[in-house]
């Protein structure tokens, strides 16, 4: 099944990016290991797991009560992390990304300034925030911010992001349709992890995506 040789690739990535890091001074941020992207089939069952209700508040919401980034090593940080493991020909200094090139998942933009490249949460903050991470304290809310275990992070274009900005994937997915089944199996693993809330209208859309994908 091409879902899961897309995992297999993935798992592979990203455990050469971690051995990367360590040689290179920055240590990644881990946490439990058992967070590797689902499959489409088990997406669809983590999706009928979620709890359906519709969004909170935005009341009391800040970026700054999920504080990121966290250090990964001397002067650098989660987002220098990302940066060298989604991207390819990496140059540093110290552990800090200065160079290299980047496939922006979203929209297939190919970009060689790390300036132009935004670390988007998946799964985005304000969207948390509505789901039931406004009952969290601050300091789980960063270990949300922070997390490199799950596929919550991932290294896109500037443009992409903004257009995304804290929408779910009723209201907005990405311009590259091949990426879909991706997107849809991350969005729901973030999700079900950190026991947040599916709209029933981002529900629909991530059923109508992930079945696609069988």
Known sequence: MRTRAVV????????????????AGCVPVVDEPDAAPSDAGNAIQQLDELTVATAGSMKGYSRT???HWR??????????????????????????????HWE???DGLVL?????????????????????????DDSKRGDFANDLTRPQLVAVSARSNRAKGDQDPSQ???????????????????????????????????????????
């Open 172 to 214: 907005w997915k990405p311009a590259n349709r091949s990426y879909w089944c991706q997107y849809a199996a991350d969005w729901v693993t973030v999700k079900h992890y950190w026991r947040l809330t599916v709209t029933a209208a981002e529900k629909a859309a991530l059923t109508d995506m992930l079945e696609g994908c069988k």
């Open 65 to 67: 009560r999920f504080p």
């Open 104 to 106: 922006s998942r979203y």
């Open 8 to 23: 297999r690739t993935g798992l592979a990535a990203a455990l050469a990016a971690a051995l990367a890091l360590v040689s």
């Open 71 to 100: 250090g990964t090593g001397k002067n650098c940080d989660v987002r220098d992390s990302v940066l060298q493991r989604d991207g390819g020909s990496i140059k540093l200094s110290g552990c800090n990304v200065v160079g290299g």
């Open 112 to 136: 060689t300034d790390p300036a132009d490249v935004d670390i988007d949460h998946v799964v985005p903050l304000a969207n948390a925030w509505r789901s039931g991470a406004d009952e969290w």
